[in-house]
């Protein structure tokens, strides 16, 4: 998996303080996508195992409290990134248990493959669906457009 930016304190996407990883890789092609840089799947750096540690060590880090990890990009739950970002959720669950998932993606929760699904089984919030231009609103919160749904989880 390739990702286009970290960032280890950030209060824009998502829910308080978070880390955030925007992966590479997305194949929606949406007009007037803010991200285009970031569709090609081998853009960006290579993500290595230093950083997944890095990421999780940065949840768990005392000293700025983090409420959770972001992901978007990019698209998570682009076939090429599902198998890396899978592990990923799973340390966070393990190794972070106090802590929530965001992901963004462009697919729609109704249409996720066998794959993509048991990823969503270990977010707690998922904002689906293509950025659709014309129904932008910036006045929404959490999504650039009004087709896109932002599903709240509950986890036992
Ligand atoms: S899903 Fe997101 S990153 Fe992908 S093309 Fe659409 S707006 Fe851009």
Redesign the pocket.
Known sequence: MHYSAYHSVDVVNGEGTRCTLFVSG?E???KG?Y?QS??RADSGHLYIQALEDQIIADLNDKRIKRRGLTLS???PLHPVNVETILQLVKRVRDECPDKDIWLWS?YQLNELSEAQHAVVALVDVLIDG??EQEKADPALLWRGSSNQIVHRFTRE
Do not use: I, R, S, Y
């Open positions: 997305c929606h092609a949406c996508c991200n970031t569709w990009g990019g698209d462009g293509k950025f």
